[in-house]
């Protein structure tokens, strides 16, 4: 057996052993919740990682936001369009739900792209979303992720609203339009997938070094504290919620490491809308034992 064989079934050995305590420690938190949790998370120094369910395809919702923000830096940087270029807001894009421009702005007002590109990420803002689909299309988007590799993860077609507010769905994807995706709402990806994204962001692979980094500062701007920033500080990140459902995906930086990780809490009971939902509660701790877990010192030998 060579060597370099023997170090690396050495290593694999030493991360299952590490692994077994935060499987332990995660499953107990999870224990009889009667949704579905999928996650992974990867130690972005020591690539040690970790995940349930990480290849499972879930809904996004909000967290779609990211990949469409990814594309929207492609085509600047291709030439097709500039942030300095106008979007109006319109009656057609407006909806309910997160976000100030669906409420707080009257129809015929005109932003720069790149704001608009803020208030998705930031306030998570549904029209600034729907504005950005109806300038580019939600194909442009899922034909970025192509060139990049990532070809499950899928944008699908505009925001309804939310509660009893909804609009008719509108602006579908070629993928948006099977019938075996309708279930997943706005877009579809998988924990592994959204990780696979922060790492490339992390490493300025995402259009360019600068790109990156810009995407990255936008998300830190993030303004939904209840899950990761429960615990943490210094946070890259992008939530999404629904009636049944919570995620969020984001970098965790902190003085043992760098952890990019991605969580999905679907099945949730019943509605709840506020900072102590269940699943917002589940996701806070949950990545409290991630990062503990994969930024823990290798045991003495």
Same mark, same amino acid.
């Given at each position: 057996?060579? *060597?370099? @064989?023997?170090?690396?079934?050495?290593?694999?050995?030493?991360?299952?052993?590490? /692994?077994?305590?935060?499987?332990?420690?995660?499953?107990?938190?999870?224990?009889?919740?009667?949704?579905?949790?999928?996650?992974?998370?990867? !130690?972005?120094? =020591?690539?040690?990682?970790?995940?349930?369910?990480?290849?499972?395809?879930?809904?996004?919702?909000?967290?779609?936001?990211?990949?469409?923000?990814?594309?929207?830096?492609?085509?600047?940087?291709? +030439?097709?369009?500039?942030?300095?270029?106008?979007?109006?807001?319109?009656?057609?894009?407006?909806?309910?739900?997160? %976000?100030? @421009?669906?409420? $707080?702005?009257?129809?015929?007002?005109?932003?720069?792209?790149?704001?608009?590109?803020?208030?998705?990420?930031?306030? /998570?803002?549904?029209?600034?979303? !729907?504005?950005?689909? $109806?300038?580019? +299309?939600?194909?442009?988007?899922?034909?970025?992720?192509?060139?990049? %590799?990532?070809?499950?993860?899928? &944008?699908?077609? *505009?925001?309804?609203?939310?509660?009893?507010?909804?609009?008719?769905?509108? %602006?579908?994807?070629?993928? %948006?339009?099977?019938?075996?995706?309708? *279930?997943? +709402?706005?877009?579809? &990806?998988?924990?592994?997938?959204?990780?696979?994204?922060?790492?490339?962001?992390?490493? +300025?692979?995402?259009? /360019?070094? $600068?790109?990156?980094?810009?995407?990255?500062?936008?998300?830190?701007?993030?303004?939904? =504290?209840?899950?990761?920033?429960?615990?943490?500080?210094?946070?890259? !990140?992008?939530?999404?919620?629904?009636?049944?459902?919570? &995620? $969020?995906?984001?970098?965790?930086?902190?003085?043992a490491g760098r952890v990019a990780m991605?969580?999905?809490?679907?099945?949730?009971? *019943?509605?709840?809308?506020?900072?102590? !939902?269940?699943?917002?509660?589940?996701?806070?701790?949950? /990545?409290?034992?991630?990062?503990?877990g994969l930024t823990k010192p290798s045991?003495?030998?």
């Open positions: 057996m060579s *060597k370099v @064989l023997v170090l690396i079934l050495a290593a694999a050995a030493a991360l299952s052993a590490q /692994s077994q305590p935060l499987r332990d420690a995660v499953r107990a938190r999870i224990g009889d919740f009667p949704g579905t949790v999928s996650l992974y998370a990867r !130690n972005l120094d =020591t690539g040690a990682a970790f995940g349930i369910r990480e290849t499972d395809p879930v809904r996004t919702a909000s967290t779609i936001k990211l990949p469409i923000l990814c594309s929207l830096y492609d085509q600047v940087a291709r +030439g097709q369009a500039k942030w300095t270029d106008l979007l109006s807001v319109t009656a057609v894009e407006q909806v309910s739900g997160s %976000g100030v @421009l669906g409420t $707080e702005f009257s129809p015929g007002v005109q932003l720069p792209l790149r704001d608009v590109s803020h208030l998705m990420i930031v306030l /998570s803002d549904n029209t600034a979303t !729907n504005m950005i689909l $109806e300038r580019f +299309g939600a194909d442009s988007v899922n034909a970025y992720l192509d060139r990049i %590799g990532i070809k499950t993860t899928r &944008s699908l077609r *505009k925001i309804r609203g939310d509660g009893n507010q909804l609009k008719n769905p509108e %602006g579908w994807s070629r993928a %948006g339009e099977l019938p075996e995706n309708k *279930k997943y +709402g706005i877009g579809v &990806s998988s924990p592994r997938d959204m990780v696979t994204i922060l790492e490339r962001l992390d490493r +300025g692979e995402i259009v /360019s070094p $600068e790109a990156s980094k810009e995407i990255l500062a936008v998300m830190k701007r993030c303004q939904d =504290t209840a899950g990761f920033r429960r615990h943490f500080e210094n946070v890259a !990140n992008k939530t999404g919620a629904l009636d049944a459902l919570r &995620s $969020e995906v984001g970098i965790v930086y902190t003085s991605a969580i999905t809490v679907d099945g949730i009971p *019943k509605p709840d809308w506020t900072p102590d !939902n269940p699943g917002l509660l589940m996701i806070a701790d949950l /990545s409290k034992l991630l990062v503990d045991a003495p030998r």
